[in-house]
């Protein structure tokens, strides 16, 4: 949801700034911008809508960029105002000598507003973040005139700080200065920000993909947090201006793992790496040998986890389906009361959290904020609180108790593939971890890892079926309205499959449990309207078939995804896909691969843009 990059140092910002822009793009896509300050001391701006190709044909032809070594650029996810040029960031003050890039919302934009407009300023955009703009312009001219600020000090450092503590809302920023033309200001509060620290230069970043090429050294900025950097120096403090000692860390990704390379697609190359994802997952935690779980990232908490009353999983989205799998996981094999929640609906409901009560967020990019507000909400009300986490020194990662890194890798397309089943392979080790502590025999649990260490090989003969499941979709891509179908644990690889087909390829579709249509959306169900079914031999097979055939008996075509070998449901269904046999509490880490599939090779067969679809953002830093 918006994506930062800025450098100071010796290079030349302006490619360095493009290039980070392309890694960032996955975060927002509307508009793009960037600005520098050249060695005479002006400022240059480009700003353009589309993708930063067109930001990057701009500057290549006629618009092209001075020489500099200080600059900041943006891709925008709109909040408030229309993806336009003069709505693009980097944003200026009313005389035009300090620029900035946002990203997050100023929720009292609208009352500043009107405080600087009664001064006398100007607004050119619709924006929230051109309103702080003006606001630190307006006070840097404010304290040069009084001359208040000690020698050695940045003015704009002062300005920012004054400004910070006027606004309300969530913010990660740049500023640069003509004035100071070798000093770049960040600050963050709710919106990621990290410091990349070379030799000589300095590259922020909303995250780790941007600056990976050019250091692995970073400093992660917590809330409140802001700093000061020129090319041989750097300061970091409060915005309180209390100095902090910065605490340098090594990023855990590398370049490689961030690039395409053959795949014509993020989304497909992550829907490929799950197997190997899933390794990495279990990689030192599932001990097959000697059956046994073990997770040093909550092992301070055994005895809390082992004595919970009442498990909360919440999170957003594909985290949140992956929770509900966990919800039926931990009742399964931990025994203790479970829920699944909507981080935004927990924050908001006055939530009931009675001593013992574990809450665990999950979010692939650590940085949702309606799962962390869920989170300081839960341990605001004295829950322990653990995350199920893939990007490592994320914001939630940082804020949790304890907890669990999913080591997935970069997922940079924005469906979620691959992430959602090392969630699923996490919650199982946890509920196993927990499980086996409390009426879990050995031999139970000793079967459950030989499961889960089982999945990466079935998962690729699933993969081989890639060109099978594409054909069985051109069959049906025009069809507008789908339904995805399962029960127990296939529910909510339902809901995730629906999720799938609707945000990229733009089809209307609704998961979910299979003995849920009956009650009304069988009205739904006209002739040839694609269903997808998950009936894998299982708990509920026989129900799902009669559900199967109440769909047919309306004219509904029926695609089955079901347990290899299975004769039996070729005689309901048109197309059948199979995967291999696997215990029915693992068996979504096979089921939602096909449905992966099909949402891609629906978005593909109708034109839509796989990894960037319309309206979307991979990481939602707004509530
Ligand atoms: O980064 P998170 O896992 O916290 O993200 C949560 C959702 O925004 C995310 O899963 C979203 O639903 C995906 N685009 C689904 O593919």
Known sequence: ?????????????????????????????????????????????????????????????????????????????????????????????????????????????????????????????????????????????????????????SPLQRAVQAALHQVEGTYGIAVICKEEPDTLVVARKGSPLIIGVGKDEYVVASDASAIVEHTTQVIYLNDNEMAILKPDAFRTCTIDDIAISPVVSQLENKLEEYELGDYPHYMLKEIFEQPTAISNTLRGR?????????????????????????????????????????????EDLAKIVTECTYASEFRYRNPIVEEGTVVVAISQSGETADTLAALREAKERGALALGVINAVGSTIARETDAGIYLHAGPEIGVASTKAFTCQIVTLAMLALYIGRRRFMSQAQCQEVIDGLCAIPDQMTKVLEQSDHIRTIVEQFCERENWLFLGRGYHYPVALEGALKLKEISYIHAEGMPAAEMKHGP???????????????????????????????????????????????????????????????CLQPLLTVVPLQLIAYHAALARGCNVDKPRNLAKSVTVE
């Not at 607004?123 to 600020?149: C, P, R, W």
């Not at 309306?554 to 048109?574: P, W």
């Open 286 to 330: 599932a001990e097959q040998k000697d059956g046994r779980i073990v997770l040093g990232g909550v092992s301070k908490y055994t005895r809390e986890l082992i004595r919970a009353h009442r498990i909360i999983l919440t999170g957003q989205g594909t985290a949140w389906h992956a929770g509900l799998v966990g919800d039926y996981l931990m």
């Open 522 to 584: 069988i009205a739904l169900i006209n002739d040839g309207m694609p269903v997808v079914f998950i009936a894998t031999q299982g708990s509920q097979y026989d129900k799902v078939i009669s559900n199967i055939e109440e769909v047919r008996a309306r004219g509904g075509k029926i695609i089955a995804v079901a347990t290899e070998g299975d004769a039996n449901i070729h005689r309901y269904s048109e197309h059948v896909i199979e995967v291999p046999d696997a215990m029915e």
């Open 1 to 153: 949801m918006c994506g930062i990059v800025a450098y100071v140092g010796r290079k030349i910002a302006q490619p360095l700034l493009v290039e980070g822009l392309k890694r960032l793009e996955y975060r927002g896509y509307d508009s793009a911008g960037v600005a520098v300050i050249d060695s005479a001391g002006n400022m240059h701006i480009r700003r353009a809508v589309g993708r930063i190709s067109v930001l990057e044909n701009t500057i290549q032809n006629g618009q092209a960029l001075p020489e500099s070594f200080i600059g900041m650029a943006h891709t925008r996810w709109a909040t408030h105002g229309a993806p336009t040029e003069c709505n693009a960031h980097p944003h200026l003050d009313n005389s035009g000598r300090i620029a900035l890039v946002h990203n997050g919302i100023i929720e009292n934009y609208a009352a500043l507003k009107k405080f600087l407009s009664g001064k006398g300023h100007q607004f050119s955009s619709q924006t929230d973040t051109e309103v702080l703009a003006v606001l630190i312009g307006d006070l840097y001219d404010e304290m040069k005139v009084q001359n208040h600020i000690p020698p050695g000090v």
